[in-house]
């Protein structure tokens, strides 16, 4: 599954850049600022329901993407969690609600980053960072280093397969044996790979800099009008009592 592919086919791909990380900017700092559950479990809900509903991602692709990210944020949390004293191991009322309300405004913050990766394209976000003034340099590292990210997940899953037909897997020292084979694999493939790379850009005239010309989109009246109406919304909710 790739992020870039879901952010192709997103029914909200044509929304102008800049007013989605605007959004995203907006919740995240919100989440940062605020200590009400309530606020939290309903950004959660909310930025997962338009990003299911409004931006067309299947459910099962969007829990595969929380997945690996909830394990670490949980092992992140064990030690916040767990007091050692004397040799004992203590776990505080006070530190499981602290640990739970870490939890869920990760995983909130998490959902307002897939809201703005899963709807923007590599081009758009490009385009976002020029706009930003992001030095050249370091969008290019971005973008190569993402599009590399890709390049080895779909390599080292051709290659893992083609192991496991050929029973390489199917023991203690053979899953070491086809391991070490993968890894040695993917480092001398990645090598040609940049080679190669490098090579057809410098066919294309790569002078030192790649222009980064992306597409520029409307803004739109809409778009701003939902985002004071969404912090209206946080505000309400925030300070209700």
Not at 19 to 36: A, C, G, P, Q, V
Not at 79 to 92: C, D, H, M, V
Not at 133 to 152: A, H, N, W
Not at 170 to 177: A, E, G, I, R
């Amino acid at each position: 599954m790739r992020i870039d592919v879901l952010a192709h086919n997103s029914r909200l791909k044509d929304i102008n850049p800049i007013e989605k990380f605007l959004f995203t900017f907006i919740t995240i700092l919100f989440l940062l600022m605020s200590k009400n559950n309530v606020v939290i479990l309903f950004i959660f809900f909310k930025l997962n329901i338009v990003t299911v509903y409004c931006a067309g991602i299947r459910v099962r692709d969007t829990v595969k993407l929380y997945l690996m990210p909830i394990v670490v944020i949980l092992f992140s949390i064990i030690p916040i969690l767990i007091s050692i004293k004397n040799g004992k191991i203590y776990i505080l009322e006070s530190d499981i609600h602290y640990s739970v309300f870490l939890f869920s405004r990760a995983v909130a913050m998490l959902s307002a980053v897939y809201l703005f990766i899963l709807n923007t394209t590599i081009p758009d976000t490009e385009y976002l960072f020029s706009k930003l003034k992001v030095s050249g340099t370091v969008i290019e590292i971005i973008m190569l280093t993402y599009r590399y990210i890709f390049f080895i997940m779909e390599l080292s899953q051709k290659i893992y397969s083609a192991q496991t037909a050929r029973n390489g897997y199917c023991s203690y020292k053979q899953k070491l044996n086809s391991l070490a084979m993968l890894m040695s694999s993917l480092l001398i493939k990645s090598f040609v790979h940049a080679k190669r790379s490098a090579a057809s850009m410098e066919a294309r005239g790569y002078s030192g800099q790649i222009d980064f010309r992306g597409i520029r989109k409307k803004s739109s009246l809409y778009s701003y009008i939902y985002i004071a109406v969404w912090i209206i919304i946080l505000f309400i909710i925030e300070f209700w009592r």
